[in-house]
T-cell receptor, first 115, second 117 residues
Framework: AQKITQTQPGMFVQEKEAVTLDCTYD???????LFWYKQPSSGEMIFLIY??????QNATEGRYSLNFQKARKSANLVISASQLGDSAMYFC????????????FGTGTRLKVLA | EAEVAQSPRYKITEKSQAVAFWCDPI?????LYWYRQILGQGPELLVQ????????DSQLPKDRFSAERLKGVDSTLKIQPAELGDSAMYLC???????????????FGEGSRLTVL
């Protein structure tokens, strides 16, 4: 069975600082994808970054990078140079790459960027 | 820009009434998901379609919830009868690919917020 765990209900970061949001996962599938989504207070879910289980390098998208440690089953999101607009809920998600391609989410981390 | 359309945006109903939500995914997206998100929590998968077929409905409360995607395009999620605990955001998402290769990220609609009184 698949499982995503986000242990930080809430995080604070000073504007312009970097912050790491934790995500661990569990799956028996050899192939899978890991994702991060942002959900501002307006409610829409915004895709941020993707990491494939066989990707050799950590994914990066602008100020977002994914610290992928396969042996530890962790996929932490790093946001560099935080901005006030980064304040939102952040969800880690996993998609199986076989079978039903089930797509599950963690419980989320609420990030607040302080001016 | 192509979007996932959902309606209604907001629905207030009394318990024991029936309610239905509609979703039109991005054209060409074969995989469609319905999630329920309680305020402050992560989305919980209710049902997943591949074309017109249900591939996962293990978390769908089948005594009161039903979902269909008859022609493999748009989809309807129904609740009958609604209960107080059904108050939540119902999110529809679609994806163009389900296998390996590429991101296969989800594209979400704006959601349907249900309040059951």
């Amino acid at each position: 069975a698949q499982k995503i765990t986000q242990t930080q209900p809430g995080m604070f970061v000073q504007e312009k600082e970097a912050v790491t949001l934790d995500c661990t996962y569990d799956t028996s599938d050899p192939s899978y994808g890991l994702f991060w989504y942002k959900q501002p207070s307006s409610g829409e879910m915004i895709f941020l970054i993707y990491q494939g289980s066989y990707d050799q390098q950590n994914a990066t998208e602008g100020r977002y990078s994914l610290n992928f440690q396969k042996a530890r089953k962790s996929a932490n999101l790093v946001i560099s140079a935080s901005q006030l607009g980064d304040s939102a809920m952040y969800f880690c998600a996993m998609r199986a790459a076989s079978g039903t391609y089930k797509y599950i989410f963690g419980t989320g981390t609420r990030l607040k960027v302080l001016a | 820009e192509a979007e996932v359309a959902q309606s209604p945006r907001y629905k207030i109903t009394e318990k024991s009434q029936a309610v239905a939500f509609w979703c039109d995914p991005i054209s060409g997206h074969a995989t469609l998901y319905w999630y329920r998100q309680i305020l402050g929590q992560g989305p919980e998968l209710l049902v997943q379609f591949q074309d017109e077929s249900v591939v996962d409905d293990s978390q769908l409360p089948k005594d009161r919830f039903s979902a269909e995607r008859l022609k493999g395009v748009d989809s309807t999620l129904k609740i009958q009868p609604a209960e107080l605990g059904d108050s939540a955001m119902y999110l529809c998402a679609s994806s163009s690919r389900g296998g390996t290769g590429g991101a296969g990220e989800l594209f979400f609609g704006e959601g349907s917020r249900l309040t059951v009184l």
